[in-house]
């Protein structure tokens, strides 16, 4: 008889410190004799009850998903994920959440260029609009500076 896959055990998420947050996981150890067809992680914030976090679908039996992000709402917030599997009779049991994870976006400055906010150091030099930022031990002029 068919049944829902089991429970997986804890999922990891990271962040990259860039738009994504990547979160992994194992193959539950019971795929209710049924092919697994696809994931739900469900996710929140700190501030948002457990009941009405958001659920997102991936298809397939991949067992990573990077998740984007794609608003300054998101900076400097918490996020934690849970993640159940999906066969032919259903959704499994959701595993345990992850710690936390703090998203801190890029900052942009100018056009292309990219640094984490709080790794900024900038220094005005002579001429108009010209700034040199110092990105973790490596120097890098603005696009429009040269």
Same mark, same amino acid.
């Given at each position: 008889?068919?049944?829902v896959?089991?429970?997986l055990?804890?999922?990891v998420?990271?962040h990259? *410190?860039?738009m994504?947050?990547? #979160?992994k &996981?194992?193959?539950? @150890?019971?795929?209710?004799?049924?092919?697994?067809?696809?994931?739900?992680?469900k996710?929140g914030?700190?501030?948002?009850?457990?009941d009405k976090?958001?659920?997102?679908l991936?298809? *397939?039996?991949r067992t990573?998903?990077e998740?984007k992000?794609?608003?300054?709402?998101?900076?400097?917030?918490?996020?934690?994920?849970?993640?159940?599997?999906?066969?032919?009779? *259903?959704?499994? @049991?959701?595993? @345990?959440?992850?710690d936390?994870?703090?998203?801190v976006l890029?900052?942009?400055?100018?056009?292309?260029?990219? #640094?984490? &906010?709080?790794?900024?150091?900038?220094?005005?030099?002579?001429?108009?609009?010209l700034g040199?930022?110092?990105?973790f031990?490596?120097?890098a002029?603005?696009?429009?500076?040269?």
């Amino acid at each position: 008889m068919i049944s829902v896959p089991s429970k997986l055990s804890d999922p990891v998420a990271r962040h990259d *410190g860039g738009m994504y947050v990547t #979160v992994k &996981w194992t193959k539950p @150890e019971d795929n209710g004799r049924s092919d697994i067809t696809g994931y739900v992680i469900k996710y929140g914030d700190r501030f948002t009850d457990v009941d009405k976090y958001d659920e997102l679908l991936v298809h *397939g039996n991949r067992t990573n998903f990077e998740l984007k992000l794609t608003d300054d709402r998101n900076n400097r917030t918490s996020y934690r994920f849970a993640v159940s599997a999906v066969n032919s009779a *259903g959704r499994g @049991e959701f595993s @345990e959440f992850t710690d936390y994870v703090c998203i801190v976006l890029l900052a942009r400055h100018r056009t292309t260029l990219y #640094v984490r &906010w709080f790794h900024i150091i900038q220094r005005h030099l002579p001429g108009p609009a010209l700034g040199l930022f110092e990105v973790f031990g490596q120097t890098a002029l603005p696009t429009n500076s040269v």
